[in-house]
């Protein structure tokens, strides 16, 4: 009993410190290849979600999100700018320019579902599947491509992991702490990002 402790202790120690690890080589490689303008690939998309994060960080705090690039009324409905708000924030703390700021922030979000996606493989498949995972995610292609983009996609994707770690965790013991959580982070990536509601929802209706 004492050396199955033992070992499940080793294990997950091992699964933290590899994972933070292969998270921090992530990091660095995409900071060293940081793009310095968001003219690139969806350059349209790009720029409108810094546009809003300027405004924010010259204190507009307005859900109206400027959309400059139509014309006057310069304003359209668009997404829930939570992405744009923990931006404007982290620009303002570290006194950091638009663009930065977007692709760091953006970056950030890619990280943290990282690590939520390797939570939850290590718990359905082990720390091996969960390393792999997070190692593929980190450096495939398109993970090289968009993590540290100047998009909203990664904040949704981090909030639908982290409910439906709530929900897995709900599911082995009812905790309505975990309950509310689940709620508010599924109700946030549908307001982010409205699409993402058709993709939880089919998961959930077909696990159901």
């Not at 992530?26 to 979600?49: C, K, M, Y």
């Not at 744009?84 to 890619?110: C, S, Y």
């Amino acid at each position: 009993m004492g050396e199955q402790a033992a070992h499940g202790s080793f294990t997950s120690r091992f699964f933290w410190v590899s994972s933070l690890l292969v998270s921090l080589i992530g990091a660095v490689f995409q900071l060293i290849n940081l793009r310095p303008s968001l003219i690139d690939l969806f350059a349209f998309r790009q720029t409108h979600t810094a546009i809003a994060i300027k405004e924010f960080m010259d204190g507009n705090w307005s859900l109206a999100t400027p959309f400059t690039t139509l014309g006057p009324p310069w304003q359209m409905a668009y997404e829930f700018p939570l992405f744009q708000a923990v931006a404007a924030i982290v620009g303002n703390v570290f006194e950091l320019d638009v663009d930065t700021t977007a692709r760091m922030t953006g970056l950030g979000f890619f990280l943290i579902s990282g690590l939520l996606l390797a939570i939850l493989i290590r718990r359905w498949f082990g720390t091996t599947a969960a390393l792999i995972t997070l190692t593929l995610f980190q450096f495939m292609p398109f993970g090289i491509q968009w993590a540290s983009s100047s998009l909203i996609e990664f904040t949704a994707v981090s909030c639908v992991l982290g409910a439906v770690l709530a929900i897995e965790r709900n599911s082995r013991k009812f905790s309505w702490s975990m309950f509310f959580l689940a709620t508010v982070l599924l109700s946030l990536a549908s307001a982010v990002k409205g699409t993402t509601t058709v993709a939880w929802a089919l998961v959930f209706l077909v696990a159901g």
